[in-house]
């Protein structure tokens, strides 16, 4: 079993490449620097959150990791323009893709299914569908980056690990419909109360979400603790405006802790993610950094809140179902 928070110098020397572009475009350009090192540290959080894979071939499968989650940034941009098909297409989605991945030869389902729908969260989120575009083709360039990156390190062996049977059809159906619920749910109540990303409580009610409950209950109070300690880390960041080299080195070394800690059985990987976010929008323009910090823990916590309700009482509604 995997340490609590695993730590590896080989993934986290690989992070520490991945801010290299970001750490100089902080520094090449004073002006415009800060926006254009974060945009570019977006890129890689996919990457980043993968690690250095231990052969060639599996690294290569990063590429496919990457292209899953430009295109669900983009999907998501696209529906996000008419909030009520946004809800029904996250439903129907996560119910078609929860059955796909009952199949055993259907393996990009399973990415698609933990990656992939609640990226279209992040696609809700922007203001046009050539925001979401743009977002795609940077993850795309980052992805691709990384690969690139990765062949550096030698291959090694890699350790062979059991293959879980397929759950059945009938397990799968529950649970496509107990995360299209919360989806769904999270999704409406963001446009409902006009928040500035609506999809941010789409996008922690899916990362959520596991078929086992032990597994859901683990990575919500995974996933809300790291958002709190990242968005406090960014609000301090943002209080003390450090200079542009302080600021480089600052995100590298965010990179390089969310690379290196890629392994980790505790769902740590929302602390820096959620740094580089919402440094990113307590940029010198805009809202005050509270209204930030607010609106990224309130949608966590509510996506969390609407993930566990709907295990509690959607496979209990199947299973009277069932029965009668």
């Given at each position: 079993?995997?340490?609590?928070?695993?730590?590896?110098?080989?993934?986290?020397l690989?992070?520490?490449?991945?801010?290299?572009?970001?750490?100089?475009?902080?520094?090449?350009?004073?002006?415009?620097?800060?926006?254009t090192?974060?945009?570019?540290?977006?890129?890689?959080?996919?990457?980043?959150?993968?690690?250095?894979?231990?052969?060639?071939?599996?690294?290569?499968?990063?590429?496919?990791?990457?292209?899953?989650?430009?295109?669900?940034?983009?999907?998501?941009?696209?529906?996000?323009?008419m909030?009520?098909?946004?809800?029904?297409?996250?439903?129907?989605?996560?119910?078609?893709?929860?059955?796909?991945?009952?199949?055993?030869?259907?393996?990009l389902?399973?990415?698609?299914?933990?990656?992939?729908?609640?990226?279209?969260?992040?696609?809700?989120?922007?203001?046009?569908?050539g925001?979401?575009?743009?977002?795609?083709?940077?993850?795309?360039?980052?992805?691709?980056?990384?690969?690139?990156?990765?062949?550096?390190?030698?291959?090694?062996?890699?350790?062979?690990?059991?293959?879980?049977?397929?759950?059945?059809?009938?397990?799968?159906?529950?649970?496509?419909?107990?995360?299209?619920?919360?989806?769904?749910?999270?999704?409406?109540?963001?446009?409902?109360?006009?928040?500035?990303?609506?999809?941010?409580?789409?996008?922690?009610?899916?990362?959520?979400?596991?078929?086992?409950?032990?597994?859901?209950?683990s990575?919500?109070?995974?996933?809300?603790?790291?958002?709190?300690?990242?968005a406090?880390?960014?609000?301090?960041?943002?209080?003390?405006?450090?200079?542009?080299?302080?600021?480089?080195?600052?995100?590298v070394?965010?990179?390089?802790?969310?690379?290196?800690?890629?392994?980790?059985?505790?769902?740590?990987f929302?602390?820096?993610?959620?740094?580089?976010?919402?440094?990113?929008?307590?940029?010198?323009?805009?809202?005050?950094?509270?209204?930030?910090?607010?609106?990224?823990?309130g949608?966590?916590?509510?996506?969390?809140?609407?993930?566990?309700?709907?295990?509690?009482?959607?496979?209990?509604?199947?299973?009277?179902?069932?029965?009668?």
């Amino acid at each position: 079993m995997a340490s609590a928070v695993a730590w590896s110098w080989r993934n986290a020397l690989h992070g520490a490449v991945l801010g290299v572009p970001a750490g100089i475009a902080m520094l090449a350009d004073p002006v415009d620097g800060f926006t254009t090192g974060l945009t570019l540290a977006v890129g890689v959080l996919p990457a980043a959150g993968l690690g250095v894979a231990a052969t060639r071939p599996q690294r290569a499968r990063g590429l496919v990791i990457g292209a899953i989650a430009a295109a669900a940034i983009f999907v998501g941009s696209v529906i996000g323009r008419m909030p009520a098909l946004a809800v029904c297409v996250i439903f129907v989605l996560c119910v078609a893709v929860a059955l796909l991945a009952a199949n055993r030869s259907r393996r990009l389902a399973t990415p698609v299914l933990v990656l992939g729908l609640p990226l279209i969260g992040v696609g809700l989120s922007f203001a046009s569908i050539g925001e979401g575009a743009g977002a795609a083709l940077l993850i795309l360039a980052g992805t691709v980056y990384a690969f690139l990156v990765s062949l550096l390190w030698p291959a090694r062996e890699s350790a062979v690990r059991p293959v879980a049977p397929p759950a059945t059809r009938g397990a799968m159906l529950v649970y496509g419909i107990q995360i299209g619920i919360a989806g769904a749910l999270a999704a409406a109540c963001g446009f409902a109360l006009g928040v500035d990303h609506p999809g941010w409580a789409c996008v922690a009610a899916l990362m959520v979400s596991r078929p086992a409950h032990a597994a859901l209950v683990s990575r919500g109070w995974g996933r809300a603790l790291s958002v709190l300690i990242g968005a406090v880390l960014a609000l301090a960041v943002a209080a003390l405006s450090p200079p542009p080299a302080v600021f480089a080195v600052i995100l590298v070394v965010v990179l390089t802790a969310a690379t290196g800690t890629a392994g980790s059985r505790w769902y740590v990987f929302p602390l820096f993610s959620t740094v580089i976010v919402l440094s990113l929008l307590m940029g010198p323009e805009g809202e005050a950094p509270a209204h930030w910090f607010l609106e990224r823990l309130g949608m966590t916590l509510l996506g969390i809140a609407l993930a566990l309700a709907a295990a509690a009482v959607v496979p209990r509604v199947a299973a009277r179902l069932r029965r009668s």
